[in-house]
Every structure is written in structure tokens, then in C-alpha cells.
């Protein structure tokens, strides 16, 4: 109790210097916070993704279509359970800043693939019922205030035209992480609207959304299903959900790996600053330790004043910083909420904060302690005076 | 040494010399002498004649070249860097110029410190605490820290700190350089009684010929030879 409180005491001895070196953890711990967060969001697609979901689409590229025909051939595969047609949209809703995915469906058999999509009974039917219906996430509808029955139009980039949706249906998630941006209409509507503007575009699907009765069996249908289709005008690949998002992640890997060095860069920069403050600290004190050694303390119970007084500072700073991530997460995730749909701190990145916050409290103090142990007496005494 | 005190401290052949650059400074030049057991000694000599190195040999805290330092029937020249933190934490008490109190820590902890490396209970701890504050007449300061008190009032906090463990010797480096003439008179007046009353054995150097006359015996260090003082009066 009594190192303790000297521990305390002596942290906080140049208070000015203390409180600096606090606040310099406190924004090294949300900055690396917030960093690990956006990269967390940028994974957060692959983490809800179901292991019993999988894509088929084009294996030259997922910008060429594929034959509606295939939809019932891939039906009778063994071990498939539902085929949902599926189509990026690319509408616009006002302008490119109000952007959101929009997906053209099969309402039928999309819905029951995403339990993770809470929809009324009602709702539901109501959606799958009007061809001209809309379903939408919870966050979008609240973004712009919506109401069922209201008329959405949203601006073709993929598909020319302006396109008209009645929203029939609002989804929440399940998870706090599901993403409750999504803007699903009807495959059909689509369908039979390219049949009059644009015959040669007609009956034609981005990828097909498929369930399988088992996560076992995702390998061998996925295999069965582009075995399928070898040698056709349209060869698919088949692969996980999961795989499928990590492939569209890879494409912006160099993105996130720069943010992970900016993550990890910030970390050493505020070792060095920390590391610093204690350097400074023992030499003021060398003296003291001196005398402390005088009067029979030995080097382990210098090492623990040392270690524990950058360990309180440290933990200091990283409790303020892992207490101001998540207002300021929550500030972000409201701002660019266009981007990050769900931008939940996680709790393994609080654990990193604590980890990293340790880390730089142990490295600060190993020079310091090292010195302080070292300093023979009567040279730590000649220092007083 | 007083004829008929037993010896508590028995230094034969001590030698120490110190490097600067390339060259080897003798300071220290096989000393041999004792000290009873209840003396109060004062090392006298001119700067650099080697006082406050053989106090630190004699406290421990510095290694001689060659040559025994046994205190207490302890040869301590053979001791480990932790048996000797061990030996001086339970054996010497010390009194510091700049009395070195910790600035952050009220005078009762102050007393206090050396008492963690013993298995004492805090209650126990407090008890001590009080009976050195008492001894050292700082009872009413004990709550205030060593900025809240003047430089003699400080000193006194470091005899009560040094001789909380009952320490077989104390040591003591120009106890009274630091003060004004007042605080001086007192801290060797404390120190005295410490030596008459408990018997403390005390090693101290001094520039001051008026605190030396305070000792039993006084000791001229001079180019690392000693010599008994003439005035030294038992």
C-alpha cells in the first residue's frame, strides 16, 4: 500500500509534465482505436457472412451476367435449398453523396436466405406482393425519413431511367453489426422493364444468392455447380459468401494495411514520447534512488517504483482514450455513415487499446529502470546537493 | 580508540583509489584502525582526502581495493551487492549533508521507509515512527512534508529515519554543513545524546572543527594516511 501511494505520488509530481504525457496517450489510444475500428468495419461484411451461403457468378469478372436459365439447373443441385437471382442496382438517390447499396432480388427466395433481416409478416408480403415494392434498412428510412407507402425514385446508372419503388417493407438487424443500409427491389420489375427498353439486357442475373441445406456441403455444391457450367458461353465460379466479400476486401487491401502501419506508427510515436517523460523522471531522481539503495532497497523494488509509475500513467491515458473512442466512434459512424453502416467499436479492440497501452508502459520504463539499477550509490548521492 | 570500548568496527589495510582517464588516483593507502563500540568519531581532513570514501566503505555503500571492513564480526568486503542492501538496511544508519528525505512523502513516512524492508505490521511501523519522532522532538510535525520544514527540522527527520532500525552504527557526512549555526548546535546536541543515551556507535565527517569537538575521538585523513586528532578527548 505504502509503494503504492508512493508509486502514485510520484507519478504525479510534475503534474504538468503527467497531464501531457496523459493526454498524449489518452489521443494515441483513440486515434489507434478509431484506426482499428474502421478496420474491423472494413471486415465487418466477412463477419456476418453465413457459412452456408453462397455466390455464383461470371468467372471472367462480376461486372458480366450470367443466364436467368441457370437459376433452375443450380435449384437442382443436390444439397441447395434456396436460389435468389440477384443484380447490383447502382441507383442514385438524389445525388452520389446519398449513397447506399440497392440490390435488384428475388424477394421470395432472397428473404428467407437472410434471417439476419428482421421483417414484419406483414411487411414481407406486402413487399414480396407489389412488383414495384421496396425494402429498406432501418438506418436509410430513418436517414430520410420514409414511411411505408411512400414512393422512392432512384436514378439508373447500370439500368438508364428514372425507377420508381413504393416502399412496402423496413428491416432491422438482427446483430448490432448487421448493416442496415440495404435497398432491395424486385429482380422482376427490373427484368420486365430491360424486356421493353433494352431487349438484349433482359433475363440476365449479376449472381446467384444460393442456401445450402449445410455448411458441410458448401465445398462439394459449389464444385457441382460450376462443374455445371464448364465449357459454357457463361462460366461461373461458386465460392462462400465469405470468400466472396474477402475478394472484394482484396481489392482495397493496400488501403487497409496503410491504416493498420498508421495504426501501429501511432503506437511508437507515443512509446517514444512516454519513454521520454520517464527518462527524464529517473534522472531527476537518481539521487533519490541512490538514497533508497542506501537504506538497503534493492533493484527489484526500484524496478517496481519505475515500471509502476509509467504503468500508471499509461493506463491512465488509455482508460480516458478507450472512454472517449466510443462517443467519438459513434460522432464518426453518424458522419460517414454512408461508408461505414455499422461502425461499432469492437471489443477486441479494446483489448488492443489495453495491450498496446501495457506495452507502451513496460518499453518506457525499461531504460529508466535499467539505469536507475545500475547508478552505483555513491555517484547517485554526488548527484544531490 | 577509547582503550577500553570493545571494538565494533575493525578496518585493516583498507585501500581504495579511483580512475580518472587513464590515470589512478590513490585515495586510500592501507588504513588500519578500529572503532569502539558506543564511540562517536569524527573524520576531519582537508577536500579530497578520502573522509567520505572510507565513510561509504564503512557504511557499505562503495567497494574498497583491498583490505577488511568487519563490523560487527562481519567482514563486509565479501558481501554480494544484495547482501549488502540486506546487511545495511538491518546495520547502518545514515545521515545525509542534504538530509535526502523524499520530497513526495510527509515526515512520518519518511521515518517510515526503511521499516518496509522489515516484517513489521503497520501498526507496528507506527509505533516505531512515533518513538523516533518523539526522540528527534518532531512529534507535532510528523503530518508535514520536508518542503513545510526548515533545514534543521528536516535533519532531524533524517536521524529519526536513520536510527528507526536500531542500527549497529551510524554514519554521518557533514551532518551539520547545510545549517545555520542554531540547527547545527541542535543536531549535534541530538547527536550526542544518541551516542550517550542509546549508546549509538557514530562515524562522522566534518569540516566543522566545532562539531568535531563533539566526538570522543577525532581523525585527520590526509593523503589517504590517518592520524589521531591531539584534542581528542574521551
Not at chain 1, 10 to 24: Q, Y
Not at chain 1, 43 to 48: L, M, Q, R
Amino acid at each position: 500500500m505504502f509503494i503504492l501511494k508512493l508509486i502514485f505520488k510520484n507519478a504525479f509530481r510534475h503534474k504538468l509534465r503527467t497531464w501531457l504525457t496523459i493526454s498524449g496517450i489518452t489521443i494515441a489510444i483513440l486515434a489507434f482505436g478509431l484506426l482499428r475500428t474502421v478496420i474491423s468495419t472494413w471486415y465487418s461484411g466477412v463477419e456476418s457472412s453465413s457459412a452456408t451461403r453462397l455466390i455464383t457468378r461470371n468467372s471472367i469478372s462480376l461486372v458480366f451476367f450470367l443466364p436467368l436459365s441457370y437459376e433452375e439447373k443450380i435449384r437442382h443441385v443436390p444439397g441447395v435449398k434456396y436460389v435468389s437471382r440477384d443484380c447490383w442496382f447502382g441507383g442514385i438517390y438524389i445525388d452520389e453523396k446519398h449513397f447506399f447499396p440497392n440490390f435488384a432480388v428475388d424477394p421470395k427466395n432472397y428473404l428467407p436466405l437472410v434471417p439476419e433481416f428482421l421483417v414484419p409478416d406483414d411487411q414481407q408480403a406486402a413487399f414480396i406482393r407489389d412488383r414495384k415494392g421496396a425494402l429498406a434498412g432501418r438506418k436509410i428510412v430513418e436517414k430520410y425519413h420514409w414511411k411505408i407507402g411512400d414512393t422512392i425514385a432512384l436514378k439508373g446508372t447500370i439500368f438508364p431511367g428514372t425507377w420508381e419503388f413504393v416502399l412496402r417493407a423496413i428491416y432491422h438487424g438482427r446483430e448490432k453489426g448487421t448493416d442496415e443500409t440495404f435497398f432491395l427491389l424486385h429482380w422482376d420489375y427490373l427484368n420486365e422493364r430491360l424486356k421493353k427498353t433494352s431487349p438484349h439486357r433482359a433475363d440476365q442475373v449479376g449472381f446467384y444468392f444460393i442456401g445450402v441445406t449445410s455448411p458441410n456441403l458448401a465445398s462439394e455444391v459449389s464444385q457441382s455447380i460450376d462443374k455445371m457450367f464448364r465449357n459454357s458461353l457463361a462460366e461461373t465460379l461458386t465460392e462462400t459468401e465469405k470468400a466472396f466479400q474477402l475478394g472484394f476486401i482484396s481489392m482495397s487491401e493496400a488501403i487497409v494495411i496503410a491504416i493498420q502501419m498508421v495504426s501501429f506508427v501511432v503506437i511508437i510515436i507515443i512509446m517514444a514520447v512516454m519513454a521520454n517523460t520517464m527518462a527524464m523522471t529517473a534522472r531527476e531522481r537518481f539521487g533519490e534512488y541512490a538514497v533508497m539503495k542506501t537504506l538497503g532497497f534493492s533493484a527489484r523494488h526500484l524496478a517496481v517504483l519505475i515500471f509502476g509509475e509509467s504503468m500508471i500513467i499509461a493506463m491512465i491515458g488509455c482508460a480516458a482514450g478507450v472512454a472517449a473512442t466510443f462517443p467519438v466512434a459513434k460522432a464518426f459512424g453518424q458522419a460517414l455513415d454512408n461508408y461505414f453502416p455499422s461502425f461499432n467499436v469492437a471489443t477486441e479492440t479494446i483489448y488492443m487499446d489495453i495491450g498496446a497501452a501495457v506495452l507502451v508502459g513496460l518499453v518506457a520504463a525499461i531504460v529508466p529502470a535499467w539505469r536507475a539499477i545500475q547508478i552505483r550509490i555513491a555517484d547517485g548521492l554526488r548527484r544531490i546537493g | 580508540m577509547n582503550s577500553e570500548a570493545q571494538a565494533i568496527v575493525e578496518i585493516r589495510n583498507l585501500s581504495k583509489s579511483y580512475r580518472r582517464g587513464s590515470q589512478i588516483v590513490p585515495v586510500l593507502n592501507k588504513l588500519t584502525f578500529d572503532i569502539g563500540k558506543g564511540e562517536f568519531l569524527a573524520l576531519m581532513g582537508p577536500s579530497g582526502s578520502g573522509k567520505s570514501t572510507l565513510l561509504n566503505l564503512i557504511a557499505g555503500i562503495d567497494k574498497a581495493d583491498s583490505g577488511t571492513i568487519i563490523i560487527g564480526g562481519i567482514d563486509i568486503t565479501t558481501l554480494s551487492e544484495s547482501e549488502l542492501a540486506h546487511w545495511r538496511a538491518n546495520n547502518v544508519g545514515f545521515i545525509f549533508q542534504f538530509y535526502n528525505l523524499i520530497p513526495v512523502l510527509s515526515a512520518f513516512e519518511n521515518v517510515e521507509l526503511p521499516l518496509l524492508l522489515t516484517g513489521l505490521s503497520r501498526r507496528e511501523r507506527a509505533e516505531h515512527v512515533n518513538v523516533a519522532l518523539s526522540i528527534v522532538g518532531l512529534a507535532d510535525r510528523m503530518e508535514h512534508y520536508p518542503g513545510q520544514l526548515s533545514g534543521g527540522q528536516q535533519q532531524r527527520v533524517a536521524i529519526a529515519r536513520a536510527i528507526i532500525t536500531d542500527p549497529v552504527i551510524l554514519v554521518a557526512d557533514e551532518p551539520t554543513g547545510d545549517l545555520d549555526r542554531v540547527s547545527a548546535r541542535e543536531i549535534l546536541d541530538l547527536m550526542e545524546r544518541l551516542n550517550a543515551e542509546s549508546g549509538k556507535t557514530i562515524v562522522m565527517v566534518t569540516h566543522d572543527p566545532r562539531a568535531a569537538e563533539k566526538a570522543h575521538v577525532i581523525k585527520h585523513l590526509e593523503k589517504g594516511v590517518l592520524n589521531v586528532h591531539p584534542e581528542t578527548h574521551f
